[in-house]
């Protein structure tokens, strides 16, 4: 007996060993090749949007790399760029962690020697590994990390696409301005509800700052450990406070649950307003049917776009290839494509791999970009894209309608809230 | 005559094994690859951890999943001091590591009474409140956390961006420390009386040890321990939050490293890091990209495998081997 | 007033899931000195299995729970026979450690097999509904979640205490060796434990779906929780791991109410450890 298990052990041990002797034989040599790491957590809490991303990463390099004439993007008609350059993504997985994500950028430089890396989704992740890119003189590009802090650091190497939390904040609190002298909404009162991370709190500390700014009060601030078995003390501290107007932070499954928990105790603020989160995802909206109507949230892309950004379609179909049929773009997600197309653009325009080169173009001129609302993309130093919008969206029938700026919006918004008794 | 020779060859070993160790990463060839010096250290740290836990664990048999919560102190030690007062990590680690003493000392007193899993339950239940509370403590950075910038590498302020070899001796000397109070104890009475107790607090009692202060001092010098490693780790991430340190996966990290080694034994917690952590960084960087969690199905499988079948971990496989080998040599007489 | 009662209500009810939860893992725990890890993965797969039925063959979690409670019954006796059965009898920590692996192992094949979506079920019988007693609101998932739990935890405690069955494992558990010359096949009792303690997190999982989404990692807070009801009940006791699951469940509404949210998990560890530093083997130890 024991001699067969002294056997498994060793064979264990054996297969380690090989593990490792097959990776210090991989290497990657081919002259026009530019290799980009991309890092987004791939498992864990977060897995959902970190496979999300890379998708959109793939989908972004499949129209780079290959003619794809029919497509209304930069880069798309040509093969490759800079004069048949092809871009070759090196993925990598960071759990969600910030250690793991920091010793993964080190690799991804260092071992896969990628030129540049793409990520990193949570902003407690990007911190850290675009810390490494700046060190070693790399661009990292950022499209959807939210926390305004990123951009704050000065940084040489580092761009990010999305808009952040606190540009949200000012338009939510425009929103309600407006509401409140169009609709006579009335509302005086905010409350906050997030989840206790770098990403919560930070949107949740711009939220506050915005609305007090504005002469809002801030009535409730509620804060929870994201992965909860129950938001029923939140909901019912929220609905004690009863605010007019609530700005959220709550993420795929906690989202779901916030949104149920409201109608079990028969409760909504006279707005909802989410940062880009579970409301923007199209199919945890389908799985909450009815009951995701009327909620509102900031979003970079949606399918109801495509009057807005025809170009978009042509490529989200390549992207639904890529993951499953009936996922479209999210806000999140397209900013990624959108960080690879600009990257791309860049060294293409730079006509260098000196990415000192690259970054001072990136800063020099301002980008088509179709994928991204509005169409162009600048950066400030530190690297923000101070194009970057979005607009205020309303769930209306199952479909994001665009309430708000109002010479871009399509439909009226519904304010007040349609109560749960009355759907 | 033949115990002296034991103890030389133990002796031998150790040395050995350090003076390997030192030269490592001025052997030319593979070893200097930025990755592989990574997986380097992140093994002697984790053997570290594991080390420090095992004092406690391994050598006087008080299960416990709190030691996070020591890591932690220790890397927010070196992180306030390097992010909130501008200065060099060396005083907030010292300081963080005997705040970790004292807290453990604190919070063990009256949960030492409590036995066996009641104890573990409480251990942990013990890192889920301090999580907690630090998530929302905003002096020390709260969920948002403590990130550094970019200070002169070197000793002083204990940070090298280019090349890792400094971390590395950072890591070496750590091990030197950790491991060398481990076996100190181990020849000492110390650790005579942790074993007394481990095998049964009563019979220790009897024997004239006062358990409680073993224990007790046990857990000082664990903590203290693991306060260290977690300075090296603040200092090694760039970055401090709760739920990096703070959280039960890193506690799990300390026990399942000692026991896929060997619980109670020296080098155990030294091969158990080298087993786990090259898996888990190599499966990672092959198999992570691909996003199916291949990497820790694999990594779950393995931990299944290796205490199923051979319970006193690594080091049990190494005795099997060695009273295998006497056996062939006996019978070949 | 009404708020006050709103919020022990919604405590109580959420304490009887924690109970179920916690009654599987009290059984295994009791009786083999087993800690099982992998609990809230039980749990993750009965979710994921009720989800699955009623999506493509739209059968109401009602149904899907007795097929949740049958299938993590049989995960449970397979995961006894593959890997607890190899570590009785050799270190306490064993059986810890290997189902920490299983955790993993079960948390990432369901990553890998179903995606990370959080999927979650629409149009079911209870998801939803709700109804006004008196100004309270009673949400109906929760209420049937509640009364199924107390029947479940009834029936179990029956089991252990009333039966020929149950005296044999109550026997199992004071010595095994005794009861093996008593002509007991504890071999078998094991299996059946560790398929029961299935069975009681398979129901419960079966129902969640109405109300919460499933995803890989829905297990985790779940089977935290359940570790401290059952240690805070006293190991083993089944009415204990009900009194500390209400208590956990009641002290969970109002912390998290009249203090703030994010204290929500500080008070229900602080309460175990105040209980423990009290009573060192638990609410109902011996």
Redesign the interface.
């Known amino acids: 007996m024991k001699r067969r298990f002294f056997g498994k052990g060793l064979l264990l041990v054996l297969v380690s060993l090989l593990m490792v002797g097959v990776l210090a034989g991989t290497s990657l040599a081919d002259e026009k090749v530019i290799k980009i790491g991309t890092l987004f957590p791939l498992t864990g809490s977060c897995a959902l949007a970190g496979q999300r991303c890379r998708a959109a990463v793939d989908t972004a390099v499949e129209v780079v790399n290959n003619a794809h004439p029919e497509l209304q993007v930069p880069l798309a008609a040509q093969e490759g760029i800079m004069g048949g350059y092809k871009i070759v993504l090196i993925h990598a997985d960071h759990q969600g962690k910030p250690d793991v994500a920091k010793s993964e950028a080190e690799r991804l430089f260092d071992q896969e020697k990628v030129w540049a890396v793409i990520g990193s989704y949570n902003s407690a992740a990007t911190k850290p590994a675009s810390f490494v890119a700046e060190l070693k003189k790399q661009i990292f590009m950022c499209g959807c990390s939210s926390s305004g802090a990123l951009t704050e650091r000065n940084f040489k190497y580092f761009f990010r696409m999305a808009p952040t939390d606190k540009t949200e904040s000012l338009e939510f609190v425009e929103f309600i301005e407006w509401i409140n002298e169009t609709k006579n909404a009335d509302i005086k009162t905010v409350g906050l509800i997030y989840e206790n991370t770098e990403f919560g709190k930070h949107a949740a500390e711009e939220g506050r700052k915005a609305a007090e700014a504005a002469g809002f009060k801030v009535v409730a601030d509620v804060a929870y450990n994201p992965g909860a078995t129950n938001l029923n003390s939140e909901v019912q501290t929220l609905k004690a406070a009863d605010p007019g107007a609530v700005f959220g932070a709550c993420l795929g499954g906690d989202y779901t649950l916030w949104v149920r928990t409201m109608k079990q105790m028969d409760w909504l603020p006279k707005v909802s307003l989410n940062y880009c989160t579970g409301y923007q995802d199209p199919i945890i909206a389908g799985q909450l049917g009815e009951d995701a109507n009327y909620f509102m949230g900031g979003t970079g892309y949606a399918p109801e776009f495509a009057g807005l950004m025809p170009a978009v379609a042509a490529v989200e179909e390549i992207y639904k290839s890529k993951t499953d049929p009936s996922v479209p773009f999210d806000s999140d997600s397209i900013q990624e494509a959108v960080a690879l197309f600009i990257l791309a653009q860049a060294i293409d325009k730079a006509g260098s791999l000196d990415p000192t080169v690259v970054a001072e173009t990136l800063y020099a001129n301002e980008w088509e970009s179709p994928l991204s609302m509005g169409g162009k993309v600048a950066f400030a130093p530190g690297g923000q894209n101070i194009k970057a919008m979005s607009m205020l969206t309303q769930l209306q029938g199952g479909e994001y309608k665009r309430v708000y700026p109002a010479d871009l919006a399509d439909t009226e918004p519904v304010v007040p809230m349609v109560p749960w008794s009355k759907r | 005559m033949k115990a002296r020779g034991k103890t030389e060859g133990k002796d031998l070993l150790w040395f050995g094994l350090l003076g390997v160790l030192a030269v490592m990463p001025l052997i030319p060839g593979p070893l200097q690859g930025s990755f592989t010096q990574h997986v380097m250290i992140q093994i002697l740290l984790y053997a570290c951890m594991a080390q420090a836990w095992n004092i406690l664990g391994g050598y006087c048999g008080q299960v416990s999943f709190g030691h996070s919560v020591f890591f932690g102190i220790g890397a927010y030690g070196a992180g306030m001091a390097v992010v909130k007062y501008g200065m060099i990590p060396w005083p907030g680690a010292i300081a963080g590591a005997l705040i970790a003493a004292a807290v453990a000392v604190a919070i063990s007193y009256p949960c030492f009474k409590l036995k066996g899993h009641y104890f573990a339950i409480a251990t942990f239940a013990i890192v889920e409140i301090c999580n907690r509370l630090f998530m929302v403590w905003y002096w020390v950075g709260g969920a948002l956390g403590l990130d550094y910038s970019f200070s002169e590498p070197g000793w002083t302020h204990f940070v090298w961006y280019e090349s890792k070899r400094g971390y590395f001796y950072g890591a070496l000397l750590l091990f030197i420390l950790v491991f060398g109070v481990v076996r100190w104890i181990e020849k000492n009475r110390l650790g005579f009386y942790l074993r007394a107790v481990r095998e049964g607090q009563e019979t220790a009692e009897s024997l004239g040890v006062n358990s409680t202060k073993v224990k007790l001092m046990a857990m000082a010098v664990s903590a203290f321990m693991a306060a260290l490693c977690g300075a090296f780790f603040a200092q090694y991430n760039y970055r401090v939050d709760p739920p990096m340190v703070m959280s039960l996966d890193m506690s799990m990290k300390f026990v399942l490293i000692t026991i896929l080694g060997g619980l109670g034994t020296f080098y155990g917690p030294l091969l158990g890091a080298a087993l786990l952590i090259p898996l888990q960084e190599y499966s990672r960087a092959l198999l992570g990209g691909m996003g199916g969690g291949v990497d820790l199905i694999i990594f779950g499988l393995l931990i299944i495998v290796v205490v199923v079948y051979q319970p006193k971990g690594i080091m049990g496989i190494i005795d099997g081997i060695a009273s295998k080998m006497k056996r062939s040599e006996e019978g070949g007489k | 007033m009404g708020?006050f009662f709103?919020?022990a209500l919604?405590?109580l009810f959420?304490g009887l899931?924690y109970a179920v939860v916690a009654a599987g893992l009290s059984l295994i725990?009791g009786v083999m000195?087993v800690?099982n890890f992998a609990h809230g993965e039980f749990l993750m797969i009965a979710m994921y299995l009720s989800y699955w039925l009623g999506f493509i063959w739209k059968i109401d979690p009602l149904v899907s729970s007795l097929a949740g409670g049958l299938f993590v019954f049989l995960v449970g006796a397979l995961t006894y026979k593959l890997?607890i059965s190899?570590?009785i009898g050799?270190?306490?920590?064993?059986a810890l450690?290997?189902t920490?692996?299983?955790?993993?192992?079960?948390?990432?094949?369901c990553?890998?097999r179903f995606?990370?979506?959080?999927?979650?079920l629409?149009?079911t019988a209870l998801g939803?509904k709700?109804f006004n007693v008196g100004g309270i609101?009673v949400?109906l998932p929760q209420l049937v979640i509640g009364i199924v739990a107390l029947a479940l935890l009834y029936v179990v405690y029956h089991l252990v205490k009333k039966t020929r069955l149950g005296w044999a494992i109550q026997a199992t558990a004071m010595d095994k060796e005794a009861a093996e010359l008593m002509g007991i096949d504890t071999e078998k009792i094991y299996l059946l434990v560790f398929g029961l303690g299935g069975a009681c997190v398979g129901i419960a999982g079966g129902l969640l779906p109405s109300?919460?989404?499933v995803?890989?990692?829905?297990g985790?807070?779940?089977s935290?929780?359940a570790?401290?009801c059952v240690?805070m009940g006293g190991?083993g006791s089944i009415p204990g791991a009900l009194l500390a699951s209400l208590l956990i469940g009641l002290v969970?509404?109002f912390?998290?109410?009249y203090i703030?949210?994010?204290?929500?998990?500080?008070a229900v560890?602080?309460l175990?450890?105040v209980v423990?530093?009290v009573r060192?083997?638990?609410l109902f130890g011996w």
């Open positions: 708020l709103q919020v919604d405590g959420n899931l725990w000195d800690i890997i190899h570590t050799k270190s306490a920590m064993s450690l290997a920490f692996g299983l955790s993993m192992l079960l948390k990432n094949i990553l890998n995606s990370p979506n959080f999927r979650l629409q149009e939803g709700t609101i949400p109300y919460l989404a995803h890989p990692e829905v985790g807070l779940f935290l929780i570790f401290v240690a190991f969970e509404a912390a998290g109410f703030a949210p994010v204290f929500k998990y500080v560890f602080g175990y450890l423990v530093m060192p083997r638990g």
